[in-house]
T-cell receptor, first 113, second 115 residues
């Protein structure tokens, strides 16, 4: 039983395309996140949703648009993909916005050619 | 601006040795310091965490040492095992915009434990 699941695991696409990554958590958490891990493994938060409301929106190109249809799902849509978007994207969840640990999915490796 | 600086970038240790990873922070509002462990092809997972009101926390072979005045904290892995080979991230969190909190990660340390 995967706690935080992301699909797809791998995504290879060409520049200019639009793609989506889906995330679902079955932990009953009320906060979900998207993180980007670059080729040097640096982890940077992109977005955070608490109870379907956006609470953290870091400096991310507006080509990236998160959508949270309910507390258990947080999807990431990316328009007009660029080479620099190639990275591993991690979805995570936590309970509340305090010190509870983040539970990460296994990532989606996006390669833009 | 990197608010949590982590070193070394990579570390090679013999089996049974002690692995030490160091982190320094700038933001005095940080009030919770977790360490995450990431294996290849997996997402990071919480390993151990500490609050600034204590100087040390130990869980099994893993110990966090915290120096509030120096704004530094470190992870010590005693009796390192090949299965500990992974990337380790220190992190820090502070309140953000009211009750929301944001986790800031260090740049990661690739640990290799030789058999």
């Amino acid at each position: 039983d995967t706690a935080v699941s992301q699909t797809p695991k791998y995504l290879v696409t060409q520049m200019g395309n639009d793609k989506s990554i889906k995330c679902e958590q079955n932990l009953g958490h009320d906060t979900m996140y998207w993180y980007k891990q670059d080729s040097k493994k640096f982890l940077k938060i992109m977005f955070s949703y608490n109870n379907k409301e956006l609470i953290i929106n870091e400096t991310v190109p507006n080509r990236f648009s998160p959508k949270s249809p309910d507390k258990a799902h947080l999807n990431l849509h990316i328009n007009s993909l660029e080479l620099g978007d190639s990275a591993v994207y991690f979805c995570a969840s936590s309970q509340g916005v305090s010190h509870s640990p983040l539970h990460f999915g296994n990532g989606t490796r996006l390669t833009v050619t | 601006q990197q608010q949590v600086k982590q070193s070394p970038q990579s570390l090679i240790v013999q089996k049974g040795g002690i692995s030490i990873i160091n982190c320094a922070y700038e933001n005095t509002a940080f009030d919770y310091f977790p360490w995450y462990q990431q294996f290849p092809g997996k997402g990071p997972a919480l390993l151990i965490a500490i609050r600034p009101d204590v100087s040390e926390k130990k869980e099994g072979r893993f110990t966090i040492s915290f120096n509030k005045s120096a704004k530094q904290f470190s992870l010590h892995i005693m009796d390192s095992q090949p299965g500990d080979s992974a990337t380790y991230f220190c992190a820090a969190t502070a309140a953000f915009s009211g009750s929301a909190r944001q986790l800031t990660f260090g740049s990661g340390t690739q640990l290799t434990v030789l058999p």
